[in-house]
């Protein structure tokens, strides 16, 4: 199973930017499907970002054009680079993944918060 730990959040004015990374262990993160989901207070908890493969990623209409998903199988890690930040992008962001195949996100991280300024 992978350990999943989240860096990178944090307060930023709206405009700004924030660079997510997610730091995995115990894994190859080849083998999974990673994912950004994000909750706000009182909100589920909605899926961000998922990326597939080098070249097939998927991004959340509301944050289309603004964040990108990536990662480096060299280092295991997955990164969220979030620009043009908005205050309804406030929430707890997490890291997922799941292994390729499966239908469920079993693994999880503990989240970063992100908090934008108006």
């Known amino acids: 199973q992978v350990q999943l730990v989240e860096s990178g959040g944090g307060l930023v004015q709206t405009g700004g930017s924030l660079r997510l990374s997610c730091a995995a262990s115990g894994g190859t993160i080849s083998n999974y499907v990673l994912g950004w989901f994000r909750q706000a207070p009182g909100k589920e908890r909605e899926l961000v970002a998922a990326i597939y493969n080098s070249h097939s990623t998927f991004h959340a209409d509301s944050v289309k054009g603004r964040f990108a998903i990536s990662r480096d199988s060299r280092v295991n890690t997955v990164a969220l680079q979030m620009n043009s930040l908005k205050p309804e992008d406030t929430a707890r962001y997490y890291c997922?993944?799941?292994?390729?195949?499966?239908?469920?996100?079993?693994?999880w991280g503990q989240g970063t918060q992100v908090t934008v300024s108006s």
């Open positions: 997922a993944a799941k292994f390729r195949g499966t239908d469920s996100w079993s693994n």
